[in-house]
């Protein structure tokens, strides 16, 4: 089956994190990004159209292109874009909840310890007697990777095992590969199932 895992841009953060704006205690410089003297970040990716991800309808877009072009799918978003992205889902897709005990607090009294992963399991595979049962919750940590937004392996095994993936027959597509770390993860799921085959 033709699978996709979308992670853009945090809808109102993608341009400070990735584009031409500036946030995030960051300042560009020719170098590339810096915290601050004590506290040095790598440099995320630079998209030139990352602004793009800042207007709501590009997130339902997104999710009206993954709907049409994929068996399954899943897409990750902000906490608060929750309610367009499933909105914008066809009937049978789902809400998954990534719990994060270790985000950061931001200005807001009541700390968002969340992300949600809006997810359209291929029909086939919904069923109980068609696979390994999974949970839609996942409670893992961040990871300083030193990549702003990537996710930590445990969330793609999650979203790969909602999706029933099958690493020797199907195809993931990674829309927005970031770090690498989806793809790096999803490949460990492919040298597991090998190595299984052989024993
Ligand atoms: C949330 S991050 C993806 C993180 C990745 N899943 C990981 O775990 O490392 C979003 C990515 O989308 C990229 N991006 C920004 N604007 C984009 C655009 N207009 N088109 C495609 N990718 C874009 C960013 O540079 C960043 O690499």
């Not at 790096?184 to 090998?194: E, I, N, P, R, V």
Request: glycine share 12%; hydrophobic share 40%; proline share 8%.
């Amino acid at each position: 089956m033709k699978l996709a895992i979308a992670d853009p841009p945090y809808l109102g953060r993608a341009d400070r994190w990735y584009g031409e704006g500036r946030g995030s205690g960051r300042e560009r410089t020719a170098g590339g990004y810096v915290g601050s003297a004590h506290r040095p970040m790598r440099k995320p990716d630079h998209h030139a159209e990352a602004a793009r991800w800042d207007d709501p309808a590009a997130h339902v877009e997104l999710v009206k292109r993954l709907s049409a072009e994929y068996d399954g799918w899943a897409v990750a978003g902000h906490a608060s874009s929750t309610g367009l992205l499933i909105a914008a889902a066809p009937a049978g897709a789902q809400l998954a909840i990534w719990g994060r005990p270790n985000a950061v607090p931001g200005g807001a009294r009541v700390v968002n310890s969340w992300e949600p992963v809006v997810l359209c399991v291929p029909p086939a595979r919904r069923d109980r007697a068609t696979g390994l049962r999974v949970r839609d919750i996942l409670v893992a940590p961040v990871r300083r990777q030193g990549f702003l937004g990537s996710k930590p392996p445990e969330w793609t095994r999650w979203v790969l095992e909602m999706l029933g993936y099958d690493p020797t027959s199907d195809q993931v597509d990674d829309l927005f590969p970031g770090s690498g770390s989806v793809a790096a993860a999803a490949d460990g799921m492919l040298s597991f199932a090998k190595n299984g085959e052989c024993s």
